[in-house]
């Protein structure tokens, strides 16, 4: 199990080299996916492959979890991970720690069927359960601090800028 003091060292010298250098803080996170048959998909960044599919009702082969699973578990781990790591950084001791999303949608949007209907979720919520001998205000202190700087829990939130680049047979459209 990992070690709350190296995991605040860690936070701790890293704070201290952006505070230092904030430019070291601007970066750029790079993942391709591509079709490789049917809807199966691959994703990769770096080192980490992952795969993506829809369920055979969708026209998949319901081999890997789907986009929306993938999605809904970057936010649920986000979350989960940032409690650890602020708890560690605050001296809030958790032995154990599960977080929940939800998100309702109707399928009907990403189908194109009916006028106006989203094809997003209409309303995302999460669940934290955490076991703690720490006192509740530590508690709610450290369930603040971690959702205010939680990257997923931002990205759900807020509207992104999204700037598309199409390419078509190797040239810019």
């Not at 055979?56 to 989960?80: H, M, N, W």
């Not at 997003?120 to 450290?142: F, I, K, M, N, W």
Request: with cysteine; glycine share 10%.
């Amino acid at each position: 199990m990992a070690d709350p003091a190296k995991i605040k060292e860690i936070a701790e010298r890293n704070v201290r080299l952006l505070a230092a250098k904030p430019t070291r803080g601007h970066l750029t996170g790079i993942t391709k996916a591509r079709i490789v048959d049917g809807l199966h998909c691959e994703i990769e960044e770096g080192p980490w492959k992952l795969t993506a599919d829809m369920p055979q009702k969708a026209g998949g082969e319901d081999s890997a979890p789907t986009p929306g699973v993938l999605g809904r578990g970057a936010l649920a781990s986000c979350l989960a991970i940032g409690i650890s790591m602020w708890a560690a950084r605050l001296g809030v001791p958790i032995d154990a720690l599960e977080v929940e999303v939800q998100a309702d949608f109707d399928a009907r949007g990403e189908l194109g069927v009916g006028e106006n209907i989203a094809p997003g979720y209409q309303e995302v919520r999460y669940q934290v359960t955490l076991d703690s001998p720490a006192p509740e205000p530590a508690v709610q202190e450290l369930l603040a601090v971690a959702q205010r700087h939680s990257p997923y829990l931002d990205v759900f939130s807020r509207a992104q800028r999204m700037k598309p680049v199409l390419r078509l047979n190797g040239k810019d459209m």
